[in-house]
């Protein structure tokens, strides 16, 4: 059989579509069988249930079973790398969050890069630090710990629960942009013995995880100066944001879905319409409200770029603070 050129032309080209094609209909089938959520930091967490309430939502939506799977250690890296060398299928996801836009540049040494390795999918959730003291403290807000710290330079003594961790460099940032010198203590366990310290009156502030100092807040055992966040806390309206005192002044934590680089844009397409409609719904937003966050709804371009924009922005002052993994 003889083939004219533009015969040949039409086959090949119908042939070269195929794959299209089938990414098309394998996102309209997806999923057919369970989806793992790959989550960085051990179960009962913020992390953790915020995966198990989207993991639920997204098991409703879908049909198929989203299930969370706890890999702790190396400061999410272990999890994020798994996700890495895991098949582009849309049946590996990462729930990355803000550690992995400071772990880029802290770490050095890494086997991946989460800015090109991992696909964003979108977004979950938002949430404030807070900016707290003691309550003997002399100074009852942002501008007058400000003029304390100025006039003691070096003396006021400032919590942070591990090097590299976001409330090292959300103090690390407000040192830099306030233009003030703090003795920093870190804490390897983790907030705990530092909100601990704090309320003995061992050390001076930290930032903090709103969630987890909201209770000491309301029962007066800490004093709340300020939100990290660009406004005011839906949790606590009647403490500024630290921006009211030092404009610009931002530091979100935030959490999203991450695929493996490759994955196909149809099934990226399909889980961020999913996970955008559960977002919307008012029980997911009160839940998320309960944890101290807000939704965090994105396409997927929009969080790609405001991952670009996050490591970008924390590789600077990373740099600018000399922070160091020893």
Request: charged residues 15%.
């Amino acid at each position: 059989m003889r083939f004219s050129r533009r015969r040949f032309m039409t086959l090949t080209g119908g042939f070269a579509a195929l794959p299209s094609f089938s990414h098309l209909a394998s996102a309209q089938t997806y999923p057919t069988r369970p989806v793992r959520i790959i989550v960085g930091y051990g179960p009962g967490g913020v992390a953790d249930i915020l995966a198990r309430l989207l993991g639920q939502a997204l098991s409703e939506r879908l049909g198929q079973p989203f299930i969370v799977e706890n890999r702790p250690g190396a400061a999410t890296n272990l999890a994020t790398e798994a996700v890495v060398r895991a098949p582009a299928d849309g049946y590996t996801l990462l729930l990355a969050n803000l550690t992995n836009a400071i772990n880029t540049t802290l770490y050095q040494d890494l086997r991946f890069d989460f800015t090109t390795d991992i696909s964003p999918v979108a977004g979950i959730a938002q949430a404030p630090l807070v900016m707290e003291v003691n309550p003997s403290f002399p100074a009852k807000t942002v501008p007058e710990f400000i003029a304390y710290a100025k006039a003691n330079p070096g003396k006021v003594t400032v919590a942070t629960s591990g090097v590299g961790s976001p409330p090292h460099i959300a103090e690390e940032l407000f040192r830099i942009m306030a233009g003030v010198q703090l003795y920093a203590v870190p804490y390897s366990a983790g907030s705990a013995p530092a909100l601990t310290d704090l309320m003995a009156g061992r050390v001076d502030v930290t930032f903090d995880p709103l969630l987890t100092s909201i209770g000491y807040i309301r029962s007066e055992k800490l004093r709340a100066l300020a939100v990290t966040t660009a406004i005011r806390a839906e949790m606590l309206p009647n403490v500024p944001a630290v921006a009211e005192f030092t404009p610009g002044y931002e530091a979100n934590t935030w959490v999203g879905i991450g695929a493996p680089k490759n994955t196909p844009t149809e099934i990226i397409d399909r889980l961020n319409k999913e996970i955008n409609a559960a977002l919307a719904d008012p029980n997911m937003k009160s839940r998320l409200a309960d944890l101290g966050g807000s939704t965090f709804a994105t396409s997927a371009a929009e969080f790609r770029t405001f991952i670009a924009k996050d490591t970008d922005k924390w590789a600077n002052v990373i740099r600018t603070a000399g922070i160091k993994i020893n």
